[in-house]
C-alpha cells in the first residue's frame, strides 16, 4: 500500500506518533510518503520503503502572513498523483484535514482515501476556536475515515462539534529501546528521581510538579529533572526560587530524545489539566517508570490507577505528595507497581498490536471508497 503521511515535523506528541507509524508501516512493507515542511525530527529519510516531500512555504509581500495550509494541499495532490497514493493519513486536523479535503478536489479522482487522526488540542483546544470550527467540523465530515488517540477525545469531538460519523478509537503506541541511563548525572545511588517532561503550557500545571517535588523532598532525599521549555517555564523557574529548590531541581531544556532521561527515573509526574492521552506517560511506563497524574481525560486509559501508578484529580498537590510517597517509600510496592507499568505499556500499546489496526481501517477505508465508486 502507498500512504500518504502529512503531520508537524517538530517535537510534539503527533508528529512523534506519525514519524513512529509510518517507519512500522514501511517495515511491514508498506511505501510511506511523509508531505510536510521539514524532515520530521525522529524520521530517517533513508530508511527502505521511506520518502520525504518538502513543503515551500511561499512568502509574497502580498501576503503578511505566509499561508501554510494551500501550498499543503497543492503538495499534497502533486505527491498523491505522482505516486498513485491508495491513503493519504493527516495527522492533527488543524490545518490538515482541510488540506487533504482540498487536493482530493485538486485530483478529482476517487484515490487517495484521507484518514484525518485527531490527537487532543486539534480538537480541544484549536479546532472549538471559531475561527476554525466550522472548517473542521466540515473537514472530518468529508474524510474518509476519522480516528480519534482515546475514547474521551472521540466523546469530547463528538460532543463539541455534533457530528454523527463513525469515529475509530486507535490508541497511540510505544516501544522501548535500549538506553544507557543518564541518572547518574543527575542523583547519587542513594536519591530518587522524579521527572517532568513537556510543552511547558499552563495546561500541563509544571508549577504543580514542583509544588509536589518539594513536599516529598521535606520525606526523602530526592531531585526533581524538568525536560522541555516553553511560555510557562518561566513561572515555575521563579517557584523553584521562591521554595529554595535552586539546588534540587534540573532544568534540561529542549530535547529531542527523552528515552534515555526517562529510563532514568523513579517517578514520573503529569498533573495536567487535560490530557487528550498522555503520550509521555506512556513512554515513562513502558521504560518501568510508575506515573503519577490527574485523573483526566483519555490518561484514565493510559495509566491504570492503583495497578501502574496513581491518578488524583486536578490540582490536589496533597494526594499526588501521598502517592508519590507511598510509592517511593516501599521498595516491594514500587517494584510490583513498575513491573505492572512496564507490562501494560508494552503489551496493551505495543506497535505490533496497534499499528495492524490502522492497516485494517486504512483497508476498510478503501473498501468503502470502492463501494462508493461503484454507486
Known amino acids: 500500500m502507498k500512504i500518504g503521511m502529512v503531520c508537524y515535523p517538530t517535537i510534539g506528541g503527533s508528529g512523534v506518533v506519525a514519524t513512529t507509524l ?51 494541499a497543492v503538495k499534497i495532490a502533486r505527491v498523491a498523483q505522482e505516486w498513485n497514493l491508495d491513503v493519504l493519513h493527516v495527522h492533527y486536523a488543524v490545518p490538515h484535514a482541510a488540506s487533504a479535503y482540498l487536493a482530493k478536489q485538486l485530483l478529482a479522482e ?11 488540542t486539534d480538537i480541544t483546544l484549536v479546532g472549538r476556536d471559531p475561527a476554525y470550527a466550522k472548517l473542521v467540523k466540515f473537514s472530518m465530515e468529508q474524510a474518509d475515515g476519522v480516528t480519534a488517540v482515546s ?27 535500549q538506553e544507557e541511563s543518564q541518572r547518574h548525572r543527575f542523583v547519587s ?11 511547558f503550557r499552563k495546561v500541563k500545571r509544571v508549577c504543580d510538579v514542583v509544588s509536589v517535588f518539594r513536599q516529598v523532598r521535606q520525606h526523602l532525599d530526592c531531585k526533581l529533572l524538568l525536560v522541555g521549555t516553553g511560555n510557562n517555564i ?11 529548590l535552586e539546588n534540587d ?30 503520550l509521555v506517560a506512556l513512554e515513562a511506563m513502558a521504560y518501568g517508570v510508575p506515573v503519577i497524574a490527574s485523573d483526566v ?11 501502574t501508578g496513581f491518578l488524583a484529580p486536578v490540582g490536589d498537590i496533597e494526594t499526588m505528595t501521598k502517592y508519590a510517597l507511598v510509592l517511593l517509600s516501599n521498595d ?15 503489551g496493551m500499546f505495543a506497535a505490533s498490536k496497534i499499528v495492524p489496526q490502522y492497516e485494517t481501517f486504512y483497508e476498510k477505508c478503501l473498501g468503502a471508497c470502492e463501494i462508493s465508486k461503484r454507486n
Open 22 to 72: 509510518g517507519k512500522e508501516l514501511a517495515a511491514r512493507g508498506h511505501e510511506v510518503h511523509f508531505i510536510t515542511y521539514e524532515v520530521p525530527f525522529r524520521l530517517d529519510i533513508d530508511g527502505e520503503g521511506i520518502h520525504f516531500h518538502q513543503v515551500d512555504i511561499v512568502d509574497y509581500d502580498l501576503f503578511r502572513y505566509p499561508d501554510y495550509a494551500l501550498t499543503l
Open 297 to 307: 481525560g483519555g490518561i484514565r486509559e493510559v495509566v491504570a490507577h492503583g495497578e
Open 151 to 177: 475514547h474521551d477525545l472521540r466523546e469530547q469531538t463528538l460532543r463539541a462539534f455534533g457530528i454523527e460519523r463513525k469515529i475509530e478509537v486507535i490508541h497511540n503506541f510505544f516501544t522501548p529501546r
Open 249 to 278: 531541581v534540573i532544568f534540561l531544556g529542549r530535547c529531542r530524545d527523552i528515552d534515555a532521561y526517562l529510563t532514568s527515573g523513579d517517578l514520573f509526574l503529569l498533573p495536567s489539566n487535560q490530557e487528550s492521552f498522555g
Open 234 to 244: 518561566e513561572d515555575v523557574k521563579s517557584q523553584v526560587v521562591d521554595d529554595g
Open 189 to 199: 545511588e542513594e536519591q530518587k528521581l522524579l521527572i517532568h517532561a513537556s510543552n
Open 332 to 346: 516491594e510496592l514500587y517494584q510490583s507497581t513498575s513491573d505492572r507499568a512496564k507490562q501494560r505499556a508494552t
Open 110 to 120: 476517487d484515490k487517495p482515501a484521507i484518514i484525518v487522526t485527531l490527537h487532543g
